[in-house]
Each structure stands twice: as C-alpha cells, then as structure tokens.
C-alpha cells in the first residue's frame, strides 16, 4: 500500500492550533506525521510533540523535524532531518536502531547516502512544482532514487491523481503538508492510497 506522511503546518490552522488537524489525522488512519514547526522555542516545541502523542493512536509513527532530543524526551517514535543535519550514523549509534530516523534528500547520491548511514526512510523532492520547494526533478529523478533501495516517500506538488505515478516510479509514499491540510482532504488521500499499489 501506498503510505502516507502529513507534515504539520500550524500556520495554516486557525489560532496556530494543530489538534483539529492531529485529530483528522489519526481519524483518517494517517501511517506517519512529521511535527515541522522550526519557529518554536524548546518547550513549545516539547509540548506540541506531547499533545500529538496523546492525540494520534501509537500505530502511527510521530516524528520530529531535525530534534532528536525533543523527540526522545516528548515521546516520539524518530526524528525527520535535513539533507546536510547531523550524520543518520552518530544519531542512530546514540539512539539504536528502534528509533526512527528519516532524511530530506534532493538527489539520488543524497538518498545513497541516508541509505548507507542507516536511515529508516527519506523524503524526495520536489517532484514537481511547489511553493518555495525549488526547481521540481521529475519522476524520471524520482525513480532513479527508488532505485537505490531506502524506503521513499515523493515530495512537493504531489496529488491524488498522482499517486500512481509515484507508485510507478517505484517510491515507497508520499509526504506533503498541503495534500492533508483538511480533515476531508486528508480522508480522501488515505482512500485514494488503499487503491495503489507499490
């Protein structure tokens, strides 16, 4: 099956409140969600972490953007890092190998590398256009990085009507913020995601 992760933008929720969508999240049977709030202080952070723990049920995996330590201490099952963060081998020495740990990749040698140091999974892209995501690489790129054998999930301007064409590609998933910003939105991706197959 085609799986899904929902990177979490509280921008676009009113009063920066991310329970309504969490809630819609584990309502629609989300597999994974990326907490990505790189404005927040320490605590804050600590504590939107916190809630999501207690909101999502704990089948879903609940990362954290590039804090593995407010992962360890909120309660999260792994961390989400950049493509040039600290190395996937010395966090996955510290943290064993029950943690999970996924990169941002961008390139092929990218996804090698996350590969070799012991990632669990990476995330490709843009595969094509999406806001402040730079030039797209296309589905041709994104295949050559499935190829490499880590768990995939294809990233920036990703549609339902899409999804076959990353599953064809050869990619794990898809991630994304604006595909699962509404509860109903986010509903129909889950049922659009039981219906291709990897």
Same mark, same amino acid.
């Given at each position: ?19 309504? !969508?969490?809630?819609? *999240? ?19 952070? !600590? ?100 190829? *490499? ?50």
């Amino acid at each position: 099956m085609l799986r899904l992760l929902a990177i979490s933008n509280r921008r676009d929720h009113p009063r920066g409140d991310l329970r309504g !969508w969490l809630m819609g *999240c584990a309502l629609a049977g989300i597999e994974a969600v990326q907490i990505r709030e790189k404005d927040l202080d320490d605590r804050s952070l !600590w504590e939107v972490v916190r809630s999501a723990r207690t909101l999502l049920p704990r089948t879903t995996r609940l990362l954290v953007n590039g804090r593995a330590d407010v992962a360890v201490a909120a309660g999260a099952d792994g961390v989400h890092l950049p493509a040039d963060g600290v190395p996937v081998a010395a966090l996955r020495r510290r943290f064993g190998d029950r943690f999970v740990i996924g990169v941002s990749t961008h390139r092929a040698e990218e996804v090698e590398r996350a590969r070799d140091e012991g990632a669990d999974y990476a995330t490709f892209g843009p595969v094509w256009p999406a806001p402040g995501k730079g030039p797209p690489v296309g589905l041709e790129a994104l295949a050559r990085a499935a190829a *490499c054998g880590l768990p995939l999930y294809a990233l920036g301007g990703v549609t339902i009507a899409r999804f076959a064409d990353v599953a064809g590609a050869g990619a794990s998933g898809v991630a994304a913020i604006r595909l699962f910003e509404r509860p109903t939105e986010t509903a129909a991706a889950v049922a659009a995601a039981r219906g291709v197959i990897c």
